[in-house]
């Protein structure tokens, strides 16, 4: 009795205690960088007489009695904007405010070709091996050059460099690291392009990411340098609130690549970075040139790759430069994080929830705080040792960080599920010599949609998107297995083998993975009150039975054997189909199901087939014919999916954000 009143005696003084707390906390100053760094601002020549903008931001404190920071550079093709030594835009430059407060040098760079940086752009300027004169140039050289001059220019440095940059700024922190600069001390690439053509922003399977780049590329235009042009804050004028609409109306790519000038008339009507991606529509020289993971060799300086399993532009980059830095350089300081997150959400969002699906926690604020600046000091200041895993990845479903020694785990095991008789998905093969399969009639020109709702672009919530509204669609085909007994948990790429024919010269196949929720998922219906009247309210979808899209991607049949080899389909002969859906690490619930939805079009996500084996680009109205697309699951042409699984036990769990 004494502890019980003691308790209470000592609640009011808490409370009080909490409010003096939080007042003094409302009243603390809110931290102004200007009142701690001052700005300059340079043109560093580098090797071919190029002059490249950098702005740098340095502690006002930096070499007063001995004092040095650490430098970390962004390299950049969006701005370093705002321009003037006077006007301050160093919270842009740090992944937060935690890094302002530690101190360092900042640094961003305009790239060759941008904004107020001397010199040509190019898309994934291509890495060049051979260095032969001064006018070889590439983003390694550029900032080989440009840390040289700070190292040489700047005062109060410590004399270690760090690189980051998220999407583009990605792909020039990886490209950066090749052949480095001795002071280039760590780096972390995060959301990297690594392949443009192959699963990254480009193309996926071959097929166009259409909404996508129109998206880019409406505001992403070539510029006469130097200049501080900001067109990228000018919105485009679509004359369309329907991205579905809008394009089937323009037809096809030549077509879709004469509208950019939207509604204004003295806009160009082309942009060429556009014309350049739909000319190269397979895997020629232009993209091998353009490839940066063959050449991700020689690198000295420790990276942390960060990429999030919900990141619609750049999926694959992150784990595809990850595994060419670990392949290609035996013994590097090398990591890889991958998060609940949209491209670039764990500096731009919470990372608590995307579209319906939580995910429990403020995941981008743990990850700033406990990985990234914990690896910036350890490497650029001599700090403490971060103790990161090999992989520190977020596993979705039960909504965990793992840690696992190899990425995907070496323990991962594969496990088949074969689509069955009835729309069933199940563990067991088909019985051998019998011939099955399923047909359904895929139109052009009424494609299946990628989300459920009319919008513009590529909203970053179809990545988890409810799939009901396909699943009912006779041009999709939809299998499932029973509710699970046991959560099955999922981690690396997921592995697509389809037997197919078509009645058509060409056609795409998109298979989709999806976790259905139990039909007593999510609040119960709330019953509308008795007691006054009141209007019919707009309807509000249960989440009981949710089919929540995992991970899709299509494959062009015209690839089928390889990406620079397109070849037409044999009308009604069979073909097998061999490809990966992007890496996942998920863990499908005791009482869900696992879904497998295939389907012929995605619009407009990716672009249209015509189904005939013509110029896809410059395809006629005529060309776009319907075909019947059939899918075999008997015998020898068994078609199936195959997961890895692991026992979430084996790794070891970080602490909890």
């Given at each position: 009795?004494?502890?019980?009143?003691?308790?209470?005696?000592?609640?009011?003084?808490?409370?009080?205690?909490a409010?003096?707390?939080?007042?003094?906390?409302?009243?603390?100053?809110?931290?102004?960088?200007?009142?701690?760094?001052?700005?300059?601002?340079?043109?560093?020549?580098?090797?071919d007489?190029?002059?490249?903008?950098?702005?740098?931001?340095?502690?006002?404190?930096?070499?007063?009695?001995?004092?040095?920071?650490?430098?970390?550079?962004?390299?950049?093709?969006?701005?370093?904007?705002?321009?003037?030594?006077?006007?301050?835009?160093?919270?842009?430059?740090?992944?937060?405010?935690?890094?302002?407060?530690?101190?360092?040098i900042?640094?961003?760079?305009?790239?060759?070709?941008?904004?107020?940086?001397e010199?040509?752009?190019?898309?994934?300027?291509?890495?060049?091996?051979?260095?032969?004169g001064?006018?070889?140039?590439?983003?390694?050289?550029?900032?080989?050059?440009?840390?040289?001059?700070?190292?040489?220019?700047?005062?109060?440095?410590?004399?270690?460099?760090?690189?980051?940059?998220?999407?583009?700024?990605?792909?020039?922190?990886?490209?950066?690291?090749?052949?480095?600069?001795?002071?280039?001390?760590?780096?972390?690439?995060?959301?990297?392009?690594?392949?443009?053509?192959?699963?990254?922003?480009?193309?996926?399977?071959?097929?166009?990411?259409?909404?996508?780049?129109?998206?880019?590329?409406t505001?992403?235009?070539?510029?006469?340098?130097?200049?501080?042009?900001?067109?990228?804050?000018?919105?485009?004028?679509?004359?369309?609130?329907?991205?579905?609409?809008?394009f089937?109306?323009?037809?096809?790519?030549?077509?879709?690549?004469?509208?950019?000038?939207?509604?204004?008339?003295?806009?160009?009507?082309?942009?060429?970075?556009?014309?350049?991606?739909?000319?190269?529509?397979?895997?020629?020289?232009?993209?091998?040139?353009?490839?940066?993971?063959p050449?991700?060799?020689?690198?000295?300086?420790?990276?942390?790759?960060?990429?999030?399993?919900?990141?619609?532009?750049?999926?694959?980059?992150?784990?595809?430069?990850?595994?060419?830095?670990?392949?290609?350089?035996?013994?590097?300081?090398?990591?890889?994080?991958?998060?609940?997150?949209?491209?670039?959400?764990?500096?731009?969002?919470?990372?608590?929830?995307?579209?319906?699906?939580?995910?429990?926690?403020?995941?981008?604020?743990?990850?700033?705080?406990?990985?990234?600046?914990?690896?910036?000091?350890q490497?650029?200041?001599?700090?403490?040792?971060?103790?990161?895993?090999?992989?520190?990845?977020?596993?979705?479903?039960?909504?965990?960080?793992?840690?696992?020694?190899?990425?995907?785990p070496?323990?991962?095991?594969?496990?088949?599920?074969y689509?069955?008789?009835?729309?069933?998905?199940?563990?067991?093969?088909?019985?051998?010599?019998?011939?099955?399969?399923?047909?359904?009639?895929?139109?052009?020109?009424?494609?299946?949609?990628?989300?459920?709702?009319?919008?513009?672009?590529?909203?970053?919530?179809?990545?988890?998107?409810?799939?009901?509204?396909?699943?009912?669609?006779?041009?999709?085909?939809?299998?499932?297995?029973?509710?699970?007994?046991?959560?099955?948990?999922?981690?690396?790429?997921?592995?697509?083998?389809?037997?197919?024919?078509?009645?058509?010269?060409?056609?795409?196949?998109?298979?989709?993975?999806?976790?259905?929720?139990?039909?007593?998922?999510?609040?119960?219906?709330?019953?509308?009150?008795?007691?006054?009247?009141?209007?019919?309210p707009?309807?509000?979808?249960?989440?009981?039975?949710?089919?929540?899209?995992?991970?899709?991607?299509?494959?062009?049949?015209?690839?089928?054997?390889?990406?620079?080899?397109?070849?037409?389909?044999?009308?009604?002969?069979?073909?097998?189909?061999?490809?990966?859906?992007?890496?996942?690490?998920?863990?499908?619930?005791?009482?869900?199901?696992?879904?497998?939805?295939?389907?012929?079009?995605?619009?407009?996500?990716i672009?249209?087939?015509?189904?005939?084996?013509?110029?896809?680009?410059?395809?006629?109205?005529?060309?776009?014919?319907?075909?019947?697309?059939?899918?075999?699951?008997g015998?020898?042409?068994?078609?199936?999916?195959?997961?890895?699984?692991?026992?979430?036990?084996?790794?070891?769990?970080?602490?909890?954000?």
């Open positions: 009795m004494l502890r019980l009143r003691a308790s209470l005696l000592l609640f009011p003084a808490l409370a009080s205690m409010s003096f707390a939080q007042e003094d906390e409302a009243k603390a100053p809110r931290y102004e960088p200007r009142e701690h760094y001052t700005k300059y601002e340079y043109r560093i020549p580098v090797r007489g190029s002059r490249l903008f950098t702005a740098v931001y340095v502690p006002k404190d930096a070499g007063q009695g001995g004092k040095t920071y650490p430098v970390l550079m962004t390299r950049t093709p969006y701005s370093c904007g705002p321009y003037g030594v006077d006007r301050d835009g160093v919270r842009r430059l740090a992944p937060s405010e935690a890094f302002l407060k530690a101190g360092y900042f640094v961003c760079q305009d790239v060759r070709g941008r904004y107020m940086s010199g040509t752009w190019r898309v994934m300027t291509p890495h060049l091996a051979a260095k032969r001064p006018n070889d140039v590439d983003e390694s050289s550029d900032t080989h050059d440009s840390v040289q001059w700070l190292m040489e220019h700047v005062s109060g440095h410590n004399g270690r460099v760090g690189l980051w940059g998220i999407s583009y700024p990605g792909f020039y922190t990886a490209a950066s690291i090749i052949d480095s600069h001795p002071a280039i001390k760590a780096a972390s690439p995060q959301a990297p392009i690594g392949d443009y053509y192959q699963r990254d922003d480009g193309y996926h399977g071959g097929a166009l990411m259409l909404a996508h780049n129109y998206g880019f590329y505001w992403y235009r070539p510029q006469q340098t130097p200049t501080v042009d900001a067109r990228r804050g000018a919105s485009f004028d679509y004359r369309d609130r329907d991205a579905y609409n809008y089937l109306k323009l037809g096809n790519l030549d077509a879709i690549a004469q509208s950019f000038a939207g509604a204004n008339p003295d806009a160009p009507a082309s942009n060429p970075f556009f014309d350049e991606l739909v000319q190269h529509d397979s895997f020629d020289d232009y993209w091998r040139q353009r490839r940066l993971l050449h991700l060799k020689n690198i000295q300086a420790a990276v942390l790759t960060v990429g999030g399993w919900y990141d619609a532009e750049d999926l694959a980059g992150p784990l595809t430069v990850y595994h060419a830095i670990e392949q290609q350089n035996p013994g590097a300081n090398n990591s890889l994080v991958m998060g609940p997150w949209v491209h670039g959400g764990w500096m731009r969002g919470v990372g608590q929830q995307l579209g319906a699906i939580g995910f429990d926690g403020r995941h981008s604020e743990w990850f700033q705080k406990s990985v990234l600046l914990p690896f910036f000091e490497h650029l200041r001599g700090g403490a040792d971060a103790k990161l895993a090999e992989a520190t990845v977020f596993e979705t479903g039960t909504n965990v960080w793992r840690r696992y020694d190899a990425w995907p070496r323990q991962a095991k594969l496990r088949s599920f689509l069955q008789a009835g729309g069933k998905l199940a563990g067991e093969a088909p019985a051998a010599g019998a011939t099955a399969f399923d047909s359904y009639v895929s139109d052009p020109n009424k494609p299946v949609p990628f989300i459920a709702y009319t919008a513009m672009g590529m909203p970053k919530d179809y990545m988890v998107g409810d799939q009901r509204f396909t699943a009912t669609r006779p041009d999709v085909l939809v299998y499932e297995t029973e509710p699970l007994e046991d959560d099955l948990t999922v981690a690396g790429p997921v592995s697509v083998e389809l037997f197919v024919a078509s009645t058509g010269t060409d056609a795409d196949f998109v298979v989709k993975l999806i976790d259905v929720w139990p039909q007593d998922a999510g609040p119960e219906p709330v019953a509308p009150s008795r007691d006054k009247p009141s209007d019919t707009p309807p509000t979808p249960a989440f009981g039975g949710y089919q929540q899209l995992v991970r899709g991607d299509p494959l062009r049949a015209r690839f089928r054997h390889g990406f620079d080899k397109p070849e037409a389909l044999v009308p009604g002969q069979v073909e097998k189909l061999a490809f990966d859906l992007p890496d996942l690490n998920h863990s499908f619930r005791r009482g869900h199901r696992l879904m497998i939805q295939v389907q012929s079009s995605w619009f407009p996500l672009d249209r087939n015509p189904q005939t084996f013509v110029r896809i680009r410059s395809a006629r109205p005529e060309d776009f014919q319907t075909a019947t697309q059939t899918v075999y699951r015998g020898a042409q068994a078609s199936r999916v195959q997961l890895r699984v692991v026992d979430p036990a084996a790794s070891q769990t970080p602490n909890k954000p």
